[in-house]
C-alpha cells in the first residue's frame, strides 16, 4: 500500500568523491606521461634506425666515432641503482619506516643528478662536432633530452621526499605516510605508485638506449 512518502536519495559523500577523483587523476596523469616519454625517446630511435639503415655516402659512421663508453655506462648504471634503492624505500614507507624512505629517496635524487651530470659531461667529450656525421647528430638530440629527463625524475622523487619530511611529525602517530589512512597520505602513496612505475619504465630507456648507442651502433 502506497504511503505518498518518497524514498531519499542516499546521501553523497563530497569530500570522499573528490578524493577519489584525485587519486584517479594522479593515476592517470602519471601512466600517461609513460606514452608521451616514449614518444619523445621513439622519435629519436626512429631517426636513429632510419638514418642507419639509409647511411647516405657512407656517413651514418664513417670511422666508427661513438661517445664515451664509461660515461654512457654510468649514464645507464645510476638510474637502475636508483630504481633498486627507490624499490627497497617504497617497501620500507609501506611497512611504517618513513625516515628510512627519506634517506633511500634522497640516494635517489643524488644517483639520478650524477647520471645527469655525466650525460651532459659525455657532450663535453664528444670525438665529432654536431653535424659529423648521422650518428653524432641522433646522440647529440638524444643527450640532451635524456638529461632534461633525469633532471624532472629526480625533482619528481625529490618533492615527494620533501613532503614526507615535512608531514613526518604529523602522520606520525598514525604510523607514518605509508600506512595512514588519511587523505593526504592516500594521495602522497598515490603519487609515489606512479613515480614508480615511471621509473621502471625510465631504467628500462635507459638500458636499451645504452644497447642501441654503444652497442648496435
Do not use: C
Not at 6 to 31: K, M
Not at 191 to 203: E, R, T
Amino acid at each position: 500500500m502506497a504511503t505518498g512518502v518518497q524514498a531519499q536519495p542516499p546521501a553523497i559523500d563530497e569530500e570522499q568523491y573528490y578524493h577519489d577523483a584525485q587519486l584517479g587523476a594522479l593515476w592517470t596523469a602519471s601512466r600517461t606521461l609513460i606514452p608521451v616519454a616514449a614518444a619523445f625517446y621513439g622519435g629519436i630511435y626512429f631517426s636513429f634506425f632510419y638514418l642507419q639503415s639509409l647511411n647516405s655516402n657512407g656517413l651514418w659512421d664513417p670511422h666508427g666515432l661513438t661517445a664515451s663508453k664509461i660515461l654512457g655506462f654510468l649514464v645507464m648504471l645510476l638510474p637502475l641503482a636508483g630504481l633498486l634503492v627507490q624499490l627497497f624505500a617504497n617497501r620500507r614507507l609501506r611497512r611504517g619506516f618513513t625516515m628510512d624512505f627519506i634517506v633511500a629517496g634522497l640516494a635517489n635524487v643524488l644517483l639520478l643528478l650524477l647520471a645527469m651530470g655525466f650525460q651532459i659531461w659525455s657532450l663535453t667529450r664528444l670525438p665529432f662536432p654536431p653535424g659529423y656525421s648521422g650518428y653524432a647528430g641522433v646522440y647529440i638530440a638524444f643527450a640532451v633530452m635524456n638529461a632534461l629527463a633525469l633532471f624532472l625524475a629526480a625533482y619528481w622523487i625529490f618533492v615527494l621526499v620533501m613532503r614526507a619530511i615535512r608531514s613526518y611529525q604529523f602522520f606520525r602517530v598514525d604510523g607514518g605516510v605509508g600506512v595512514s589512512s588519511h587523505r593526504l597520505a592516500e594521495n602522497f602513496r598515490a603519487n609515489l605508485d606512479g613515480f614508480g612505475a615511471f621509473s621502471i619504465f625510465f631504467v628500462l630507456v635507459q638500458i636499451f638506449s645504452w644497447y642501441v648507442y654503444f652497442i648496435l651502433h
